[in-house]
């Protein structure tokens, strides 16, 4: 007889991609998006949660006839009624599909626009990378049913107004304002859109704007080899290119370095203002002149194209109304680089970019770039209602937010740890339990050690795990005399680490206090750390 | 040639058995969810975040042979690797088993005893029914590594905490504390547990422990019946029984009916205080004395077994600890009719009751009942790693929490929505924007309205449907004047309802102030209907 097989032990692992968020981590999230949350309210923005779960049809990203539909989602079909085949259901991949389908399923109910915020993990079935999460939290708000542009600068404004919230200085960061009808303007411009036959010529206008993306990683030269014939890069592999002309070229080109040309202009009639090395001095010292270079500039580059010239007119809107507000271009500023990947932008895109340097993990320096970013989109609601519906919206990448706060030093990473009771006499619990009642009705975060009590060293070792300020201890003499003795942890640790001081030989770091002083004399440890709550 | 088919729209619709929330139904959860965080913390538990996807594998609820393991959660299969099939993943329908994955997982890095509370959505893959989600939260609090039941008397003590911080008055909840111990050895004195052979009569216990919970709707004689021949409802079902002779019967019954036994034992000895109507009332009043005689009481019971002497043992030392921090029967109280369904729990289990009655949906009056519950589970974590490892912890259902405040009158649904700045000139936006934006600095939540401005009536409705307490307009004649109207909606709408009474008549609803004044009259008129922040 076959032996029966011994089930082996389950392997303790999340699944790949995923990890486990501990301590401060979890609760410096949890203010980040109370924060950013904040902001969105004060703006009137409702808060909208919708499930993790939805089905596959309203999310929308899915060929019908791919049998498993699961390219970059989580998607399972469910089991099958008696009489017809189970549903596809798949986890959100971001906030903005949610949004649609509950627009289309709750309009009637809703106020016209509709403005809310929302905020929660998405989950991408992509290879994870370092740094790269299957799992990710978003934070979002998007008004639909609004087709103003002003809508869009109040997004703008309130993403200025969401990073300084969460600690993000201002100069440390600038949104970035661009627009597709001015993208696509240019394109028009450079004879690669017709406007009669918008589908022409979409491929090479797809390498146009791959190339524009990659400006700061090309520089010039190698952005016009792809905006011409293509480029060969150091390894030898040939990208091609869109087949511009030179002269088409140029004109995509002059788009690009606006920023350059405009302050370049600039500086000839400010001679006496050296903008370097801060390249942007110019335009954040003469915002209205900045900004109105800027506009006529690319309205000249876009003259021919009617498109073009209504997004230019657009851009003028948001300026202006931007400017009403006090948010000049130290914090808001056009660039024709802005390129945004989604395919269902329609008008203003926008994106939020950290401007300070950090090391990467191999230590190189490197700009921090972009933590948000948003636009409008005009159609997405339309696959379920057959209507056209305006929308714009923002969304803040909170993980990549926490992660650029962490390499600026402006996040600490220890959490205070509890006041710990120390157990001397396991048969009197309830007295150390008493104890820390007291001190956490006093609003002191405190705990009695509930591990086995025989060692009192691991006691300690506990206190110091946990990061604790304070341990208290009650033996059997101290309870005699009627007192306690109180350990200030973060004394002590200093008190260890320069043992050769004389000026701490005189500081005690431990107390003995009459019992009914406990709550006060940690308090006052606590104060002088500056731990009181 | 066959015609192209056309795409049908698709459904914007949730998935069966998944809502969204709207508005104050978000911000009331957060808040809940932050004020029971900030109890946890105090108590000296950590936040842990795992991801909302397991593997199958680590939650380990399923049967290795199934094809499909997706009984109860939402799980599927990832894509194959060239050389090996994809995992199976599922999405957590608990916090406890993610808990014991992580404990497992990262033990060497964390402190023992591990203390995390966690919060956050989970699912199940269940028959959705009126109330019941296939999405919900929990927010629990466990104790790793901790044997002593001084982890469960403080977990028991926690709960009250939380449930008094999010609005449960004392008086209107109860926990009431069991012992998995005290409930075997009933079985052991009733004939139905034999230590030797523990798996002997596994059934007919479950019938007993079924028939335990069934107490408050079938009454003494439907329970007896279980136990014994077996019972046939009004209907003319039978259900089996689970056997036992009377004399058996009796000593279950005994101890079902400890607590009223117990109560009117302590009515004899205090014949001039009448217990009726409020039927526990001499339990609060004499709690040391409620103490003393229940544990006697189920010691007499429980005699013949060793593991139920042992049980009312750890039962007394938790009583002595929550009366030494004041946690007496009024809040905490021993009832042996404690049950609690999941097959894991090994020593203390507790359940907190909401005591105050509501209305249900069809009108009937009904005791709102469970809303949190737990209990010691000590071989959670050896699945992993072979250890036996001792934990407690408690599971806090804030949906159902949310629910009982909303059936207790004690959460105001309606949200303040933003003083909405309406738009009589759309050329002007501008000057609106820097309207709003100088009450946002103030604090106040504003937007300007930002749909299709010509109808002003839309606007005015707008402002009804987000529920807002002013409007603010200016049209050109306001303009050249330097003036702003200010619309007191609160008082308007209550005008409106009264609008025969002649007091109200002299009470305008609307005032024109200067300009300069706009953010100060705002708040005058906010402060008036207690909105200021």
Chains 1, 2 share one sequence.
Request: aromatic share 8%; proline share 5%.
């Amino acid at each position: 007889m076959a032996k029966p097989k011994k089930t082996p032990r389950p392997k303790a692992q999340t699944p790949k991609g995923f990890r486990d968020y501990f301590g401060a981590e979890v609760s410096q999230r949890a203010e980040m998006l109370q924060k950013i949350a904040g902001v969105y309210h004060r703006y009137g923005f409702d808060a909208l949660e919708s499930s993790g779960v939805e089905t596959v049809e309203a999310l929308g990203k899915f060929l019908p006839d791919v049998d498993r539909p699961n390219e970059g989602v989580f998607a399972w079909q469910e089991d099958a009624d008696a009489d017809k085949p189970g549903d596809w259901l798949a986890l959100r991949y971001d906030l903005t599909a949610p949004l649609a389908r509950v627009y289309a399923q709750h309009q009637n109910d809703l106020p016209k626009p509709y403005r809310r915020y929302a905020m929660g993990p998405v989950w991408r079935n992509e290879k994870p990378g370092p740094g790269r999460f299957r799992q990710f939290y978003q934070c979002d708000a998007d008004t639909v049913g609004a087709s103003s542009v002003a809508a869009d600068a109040e997004i703008c404004a309130m993403l200025c107004d969401c990073l300084e919230a969460v600690g993000i200085e201002r100069g440390d960061y600038v949104v970035r304002l661009n627009n597709r009808k001015v993208l696509n303007g240019i394109m028009e411009v450079a004879g690669l859109l017709d406007p009669t036959t918008p589908e022409k010529f979409a491929h090479e206008r797809g390498i146009v704007l791959r190339a524009i993306d990659k400006i700061d990683r090309l520089g010039p030269s190698g952005v016009s080899q792809l905006l011409e014939d293509g480029r060969t890069d150091e390894s030898g592999d040939f990208t091609a290119g869109a087949g511009l002309s030179r002269e088409q070229a140029n004109k995509v080109m002059s788009f690009i370095a606006a920023t350059t040309n405009v302050l370049n202009d600039m500086q000839e009639d400010h001679p006496q203002e050296d903008q370097w090395p801060d390249f942007l001095r110019l335009a954040t010292e003469h915002p209205e002149e900045f900004k109105t270079r800027m506009l006529d500039y690319l309205e000249g580059i876009v003259a021919g194209s009617k498109l073009g010239v209504e997004g230019v007119g657009e851009l003028r809107q948001i300026a202006n109304l931007l400017q009403a507000q006090d948010y000049g271009p130290d914090r808001i500023r056009i660039d024709p680089s802005v390129v945004r990947g989604l395919g269902y932008y329609t008008g203003p895109v926008y994106e939020a970019e950290l401007t300070f340097e950090i090391q990467d993990e191999k230590g190189r320096t490197r700009n921090f770039g972009s933590v948000a970013g948003g636009g409008r989109y005009d159609d997405l609601v339309k696959r379920f209602t057959g209507q056209e519906v305006p929308a714009t919206g923002v969304s803040i990448g909170v993980d990549r937010l926490l992660a650029a706060l962490h390499a600026k030093g402006r996040l600490d990473t220890t959490d205070v740890g509890p006041v710990v009771v120390t157990v001397m006499d396991r048969d009197r619990m309830a007295d150390y339990q008493a104890m820390v009642a007291e001190l956490r009705q006093a609003g002191i975060r405190a705990e009695v050690y509930l591990g086995n009590p025989k060692n009192f060293g691991n006691q300690l070792k506990y206190a110091d795990t946990r990061n604790s300020p304070v341990a208290v201890i009650e033996g059997g003499d101290e309870h005699e005399k009627g007192v306690v003795q109180i350990k200030d942890l973060i004394l002590g640790a200093e008190i260890a680490k320069s043992a050769t001081l004389e000026e701490w030989k005189d500081r005690p770091s431990q107390f003995e206090v009459p019992r009914a002083d406990l709550v006060a004399k940690v308090r006052e440890i606590l104060a002088q750390h500056g731990l009181e709550k």
